[in-house]
Nanobody, 120 residues
């Protein structure tokens, strides 16, 4: 069974920074694209950033220039650093990855989410 566990959420003041981390565990033989989604109350879940197995990164326009996504394949982790956080960045952030498990096709897996609050 694959698990994705996020950490690093919490309360951040406007203009502040945070680092979210996500660790994958389980009977994994390959991890393809990894990323972070977020969902604010009343909004649809949106893809914030993604990183391919080759290191290609992509960001939603609203965070480009303020966010940096990275991965460590040896540790099976993906991190998201964000700076100059604004109230509109407040949301539950979900880790996501396309993972191949022994004996199964590659499938999408999700973490349970970590809450980011931006407030003074």
């Amino acid at each position: 069974q694959v698990q994705l566990v996020e950490s690093g959420g919490g309360l951040v003041q406007p203009g502040g920074s945070l680092r979210l981390s996500c660790a994958a565990s389980g009977n994994i033989f390959t991890i393809k694209t990894m990323g972070w989604y977020r969902q604010a109350p009343g909004n649809q879940r949106e893809l914030v950033a993604s990183i391919s197995s080759g290191g290609f990164t992509s960001y939603v326009d609203s965070v480009r220039g303020r966010a940096f996504i990275s991965r460590d394949d040896a540790k099976k982790t993906v991190d998201l650093e964000m700076k100059n956080l604004q109230p509109e960045d407040a949301a539950v952030y979900f880790c996501w990855a396309n993972i191949g498990v022994v004996g199964r096709d590659i499938d999408a897996y999700w973490g349970k989410g970590t809450l980011v609050t931006v407030s003074s």
